[in-house]
């Protein structure tokens, strides 16, 4: 069984008992945040290697490596073949610093998208424009309902009810 299915089955298993469920989760949380800390360190710099290598050098194990790179890849530059994944598949950490912030602010990670780290990627106008950016591309604009007796949109001079709205 790939890593990844092995990983989905123990972080969401509806059987399990939620206050386990729950440690479960305030546990990975605080081993992903120091994952961050240290890829934001040094944020240019290639890591790559096994996954088995990648979970030994942040001290995790190849079940939360598999979920750390289920989390961080949409953030890529070149995604992982995390769904194959197993131990000895070769992956890369290589980010898109724009993207990743941003796809922490959207998965409402304040304990990751407000890492001191960010400030020597970003300055502080730059981290705004992207938290705004991000928080604006989730909401629906919706146009203004066109009343049963408003001109037809569609341009033929009619009223929307003998036209359109028939």
Same mark, same amino acid.
């Given at each position: 069984?790939?890593?990844?299915? @092995?990983?989905?089955?123990? *972080?969401?298993?509806?059987?399990?008992?939620?206050?386990?469920?729950? /440690?479960?989760?305030?546990r990975?949380? =605080?081993?992903?945040k120091?994952? &961050? @800390?240290?890829?934001?360190?040094?944020?240019?710099?290639?890591?790559?290697?096994?996954?088995?290598?990648?979970?030994?050098?942040y001290?995790?194990?190849?079940?939360?490596? *598999?979920?750390?790179?289920?989390?961080?890849?949409?953030?890529?530059?070149?995604?992982? #073949?995390?769904?194959?994944?197993?131990?000895?598949t070769?992956?890369? =950490?290589?980010?898109? +610093?724009?993207k990743?912030?941003?796809?922490?602010?959207?998965?409402?990670?304040d304990?990751? &998208?407000? =890492?001191p780290?960010?400030?020597?990627i970003?300055?502080?106008?730059? +981290? +705004?424009? =992207?938290?705004? @950016?991000?928080?604006k591309?989730?909401?629906?604009?919706?146009?203004?309902?066109?009343?049963?007796?408003? #001109?037809?949109?569609?341009?033929?001079?009619? /009223?929307?009810?003998?036209?359109?709205? /028939?």
């Amino acid at each position: 069984m790939a890593l990844l299915q @092995e990983w989905h089955k123990i *972080a969401y298993n509806e059987k399990a008992n939620q206050q386990e469920l729950q /440690k479960f989760w305030q546990r990975y949380f =605080l081993l992903e945040k120091g994952v &961050y @800390e240290q890829l934001l360190t040094n944020p240019d710099e290639a890591v790559e290697g096994t996954v088995k290598e990648l979970a030994d050098k942040y001290e995790l194990s190849t079940l939360e490596m *598999a979920g750390f790179l289920d989390g961080i890849n949409d953030s890529l530059v070149n995604p992982n #073949p995390i769904d194959t994944m197993e131990e000895d598949t070769h992956v890369s =950490l290589a980010f898109d +610093k724009e993207k990743l912030y941003k796809n922490m602010v959207d998965a409402k990670a304040d304990w990751l &998208y407000e =890492l001191p780290m960010w400030d020597e990627i970003f300055d502080a106008e730059t +981290k +705004k424009s =992207l938290y705004l @950016e991000q928080k604006k591309s989730g909401t629906v604009v919706v146009g203004k309902k066109v009343g049963r007796n408003d #001109p037809c949109p569609c341009g033929s001079g009619k /009223k929307y009810k003998k036209c359109c709205g /028939k």
